[in-house]
């Protein structure tokens, strides 16, 4: 069994030099993927669109999109991040056991080559079991989380995108935690810039034994959703039981009905900001989609001039080009 502990300390070290001064930017891109959700408006999936019901823009340029899948059943790498600081100890119980449930499914069903790999985190980041289809094996690391003090969250993220970076498929974060962050090295921006670089969809399941606002950690709920919505995921709030398995749930559902939506850029405006913006239109106004909201890429100043556009050919030759006025 491989495992590896982070304490804040070491995670500081672990961060130094050149590497803490500034994430690793992907400049030289080719197919920038994206992984939709749409729902109607009862909040109900819908999973028979066409390729021609959508429109991708980059920085505001509309996209051809050159790859489409319409419930895609590429690969899964989920990342299952369980909060076990010492607020969580009354509910963790109850967390293993739907986490437990969440994996059998995740597991019994979809692409053979889907894995998930366990991470804990207090006040310092474990890595309990590397990506595996054994349910066996993970189960039992599950049964072995207790509570301990401080709350890692951003450094949780943050370690887990980067394992999820060079994964192939789609990239899965499953955070199950009771709010915010304590004793974390890394600050939000770059938690949530890891994971969008590594692609990696979030979905926090915040589980809520005080269901009042009063008492409860709504900055932290609010920072979740914040990294949700950046990367194409959804936030849950159930309280423990039968809440708890049908948010476990709804992420399968949503994992076995997403679409594959994938292109190389053309004629894209660059800014000075190596990220991106992406936005997806839909045909039909009265549905929604959910997608991670961009990507990193080339910049203004990799081409010398501030009014430059990139476009990107199959076989990854960039041509900087002026607008045309």
């Known amino acids: 069994m491989s495992r ?35 729902k109607d408006q009862a909040g109900q999936l819908v999973g028979a669109l066409q390729k021609s019901d959508f429109q991708v823009f980059d920085n505001g340029a509309q996209q051809e999109i050159a790859v489409f ?71 039992h690391e599950i049964r072995l989380l207790h509570g301990e003090a401080g709350t890692s969250l951003y450094d949780a993220i943050f370690l887990a995108s980067e394992d999820l970076e060079t994964r192939e498929g789609r990239k899965v974060m499953v955070v199950v935690t009771d709010g915010g962050d304590t004793t974390s090295t890394v600050d939000l921006k770059k938690a949530l810039t890891q994971a ?30 914040f990294m949700a919505e950046g990367t194409g995921g959804r936030t849950f709030l159930p ?44 045909s039909r106004p009265e549905l929604q989609v959910s997608a991670r909201n961009g990507y990193y890429g080339e910049a203004e100043g990799a081409t010398g001039s501030p009014d430059a556009r990139i476009s990107v050919t199959p076989e990854g030759t960039r041509k900087p080009q002026r607008p045309q006025r």
């Open 4 to 38: 590896w502990r982070v304490s804040a300390f070491a995670a500081l070290l672990w961060m130094g030099g050149a590497r803490a001064q500034q994430p690793v930017i992907r400049v030289d891109v080719n197919l920038v993927r994206i992984v939709a959700t749409v």
């Open 69 to 139: 899948e319409r419930q895609t059943d590429r690969p899964l790498s989920v990342a299952l991040l369980v909060d076990t600081s010492g607020s969580t100890a009354k509910e963790l119980k109850y967390e293993m056991d739907s986490a437990a449930k969440f994996l059998h499914a995740l597991l019994a069903e979809g692409n053979p080559e889907d894995s998930v790999a366990l991470y804990s985190f207090n006040y310092e980041v474990s890595r309990r079991h590397n990506f595996t289809r054994n349910y066996a094996s993970l189960e």
């Open 196 to 225: 969008q670089l590594a692609d990696a969809v979030i979905y926090p399941v915040v589980v809520m034994p005080i269901t009042n606002d009063a008492g409860r950690n709504i900055g932290g709920e609010n920072a979740l959703t």
């Open 239 to 282: 309280t423990v039981g039968a809440q708890l398995d049908q948010a476990f749930s709804d992420i399968i559902s949503e994992l076995r009905t997403q679409y594959l939506l994938a292109f190389y850029p053309h004629n894209v405006p660059l800014t000075k900001e190596r990220f991106h913006k992406l936005s997806i239109h839909l």
